[in-house]
């Protein structure tokens, strides 16, 4: 065996399971930076994803009538998390988008979770993202992604019902616990990621506690999410209203199985304005 055939085993061997994930996160990026905006939505996401245009959509039915346009969005995946079944994966990573013009770009970092098909490929089952004006790409990371495979499962009929629950118990926790943050502080992974508008992700449960924005307090009610068959990973989405505002807000939240129980792996916040 040649020097390369052995080195080229290696690398097939040691390829790490979520790789599969960043790969389609990369390949979409690639399709959009070749063609356009449309023509990678339209490949990519799910028969039954969801876009926020504004409030909660389908992404192949508001993708199939969209026409395209000379705007670009280039993005790159910097971390993704994939469950323990291998079947759904988070990723995320900055963005910049700039409009036909072409002129001055809008930075941000997105938030996306993938599901493996029936055919085996991977395809967009939601995504969103927060803008902020810290991450040009001459400052993208050098390390193009890292990441990580979760390991405990939880098989149950109820599995999804049990993960809608824990949002609901979340927005409560808001109001018995003093506020929005406490709450968070309770039901977050120690390596959550924190997702507000006008700032970088806050990495860390202790981080984003100390350094995040959080509204005084808020209600919502998931309007849908998944769960992988393994009961490792899964979303919720949905709106709320701040308290004491007619201000409204949409959430994605991302949820792993930890000691028995779902926390927060990443929380997306932002307003909304219908």
């Not at 291998?86 to 993938?114: C, I, K, N």
């Not at 969103?128 to 004006?133: I, K, N, R, T």
């Not at 009610?221 to 709320?240: I, R």
């Amino acid at each position: 065996m040649s020097m390369v055939s052995m080195w080229l085993l290696s690398t097939l061997v040691h390829e790490p399971v979520w790789h599969p994930v960043a790969e389609a996160e990369r390949a979409f990026a690639q399709t959009s930076r070749e063609s356009t905006i449309v023509e990678a939505f339209k490949k990519w996401v799910a028969d039954d994803s969801i876009l926020f245009r504004p409030t909660p959509v389908n992404g192949a039915d508001f993708f199939r009538e969209k026409k395209p346009s000379k705007a670009t969005l280039w993005w790159q995946p910097t971390h993704v998390v994939i469950s323990a079944d291998r079947s759904m994966g988070l990723s995320t990573g900055p963005y910049v988008f700039r409009d036909e013009a072409g002129g001055q770009g809008y930075y941000g970092h997105f938030l996306s979770v993938w599901g493996k098909q029936a055919d085996g490929s991977w395809r967009v089952l939601i995504d969103d993202g927060v803008s902020h004006d810290d991450m040009p790409e001459a400052n993208w990371p050098e390390k193009l992604v890292e990441g990580r495979a979760l390991q405990e499962t939880r098989k149950s009929e109820k599995g999804w019902q049990i993960l809608a629950e824990r949002d609901r118990h979340y927005a409560g926790l808001v109001e018995r616990s003093g506020g929005w943050k406490q709450a968070f502080e309770k039901v977050a992974s120690q390596n959550v990621r924190l997702y507000r508008r006008g700032t970088r992700p806050i990495q860390g449960r202790d981080a984003a506690v100390a350094k995040g924005a959080f509204e005084a307090g808020g209600t919502w009610e998931p309007m849908g999410g998944k769960l992988d068959g393994s009961g490792s990973l899964g979303f919720t989405y949905g709106t709320g209203r701040y308290a004491n505002s007619e201000k409204e807000f949409l959430y994605l939240r991302v949820w792993q199985l930890e000691k028995g129980e779902y926390r927060l792996l990443a929380e997306l916040v932002r307003g909304l304005k219908r």
